[in-house]
């Protein structure tokens, strides 16, 4: 039997899921044809859904992005049996206003002359559409679900809480 899925329009349910969880893995497309995955570190995700991520302008993946929009980011809190997937697309921004925003000293690893580095760029990533599995942490649960399968040879049906936010256009 298929995994039923919920679908829902509501990103803010999304972005509850990702606020806490700093690195994703984001993935661009790399020469039209190959997909291309590093860890990114989050800026603190807007309610509408909007994200936000620091770069350098002449980065691999901005020239990726220029290319082509579309981007996958992972999102995992293992700790807590979370997993979220989000496509999109993605904007390169420049605007000195923005990056001062979102500055956060943290970041100085990555960029040492601070916020007024001008090699630094933004990414907007717009959420098109996102799921996320969300079950139980509790060892006690698992262990169930697994005896279970070993004595009736079954699948546990309740699995984890999963749930498709679609974005309308």
């Known amino acids: 039997m ?4 919920a679908v829902s329009h509501d990103v803010s349910k999304l972005v509850e899921k990702i ?4 690195i ?12 291309h995955s590093r860890p990114m570190y989050t800026s603190l995700p807007e309610e509408d859904g909007t994200l936000w991520f620091f770069t350098e302008r002449d980065s691999q993946k901005v020239e990726e992005l220029q290319q082509d929009r579309h981007i996958n980011l992972g999102y995992s ?6 997993y979220v997937a989000i496509t999109g697309t993605a904007q390169i921004v420049t605007d000195r206003a923005k990056i001062k925003e979102l500055w956060s000293e943290g970041l100085r690893g990555w960029f040492p002359d601070g916020s007024d580095d001008p090699n630094i760029a933004l990414l907007k990533v717009t959420i098109t559409k996102g799921e ?3 079950s139980p942490n509790s060892t ?3 262990a169930y679900t697994y005896v279970k399968a070993v004595l009736t040879g079954e ?3 309740p699995g984890p809480d999963r749930q498709s936010v679609v974005i309308p256009k």
């Open 140 to 142: 006690l649960l698992r």
């Open 155 to 157: 699948r546990d049906q």
């Open 77 to 82: 809190k293992t700790d807590d049996n979370l």
């Open 24 to 35: 994703a893995m984001m993935t661009t497309i790399e020469d039209g044809t190959k997909l």
């Open 19 to 22: 606020k806490d969880i700093k």
């Open 2 to 5: 298929a995994d039923q899925v």
């Open 132 to 134: 996320f599995w969300d």
